[in-house]
């Protein structure tokens, strides 16, 4: 009987040590889940922010090149002025948004280091050889 309570406890000892270390990778797994949840609020404010100050900054060019234009522009001309104008505005904007949109593909998929872990993990214990 004695022996019986031995093997007991040597399983009861090894479950115990399998479930600390699963909880242990748990943590770590939530761990790195919250920085990259952290990374990707950050990213998403820097872009929110770039493409505000891209539609202010078009907005204000394109003001202030149509006041400009028109205010020098004899009567007769006002219309072409008004026009180059508005594509020399639409050009900054597209600019504007063009380094808005390589800013976002530069940056990696949120959560990509969380995937790469658990497939890791996968691996890892995977009964499959």
Do not use: W
């Not at 891209?54 to 004899?74: A, K, M, N």
């Amino acid at each position: 009987m004695d022996r019986l309570s031995m093997i007991f406890s040597g399983f009861t000892g090894a479950a115990d040590r399998f479930g600390n270390i699963g909880l242990q990778i748990l943590e770590d797994r939530l761990e790195l889940l919250s920085l990259e949840v952290r990374e990707a609020k950050i990213r998403f404010v820097q872009a929110l922010l770039l493409t505000c100050m891209g539609v202010v900054f078009s907005l204000l060019g394109i003001l202030l090149l149509v006041l400009t234009i028109l205010y020098l522009l004899p009567p007769e001309l006002r219309l072409y002025g008004l026009t180059v104008s508005a594509v020399v505005s639409m050009f900054a904007a597209l600019i504007t948004f063009i380094l808005l949109r390589r800013h976002l593909e530069r940056k990696p998929l949120a959560f990509d280091q969380s995937v790469a872990e658990l497939k890791k993990d996968t691996t890892c214990f995977s009964t499959r050889s």
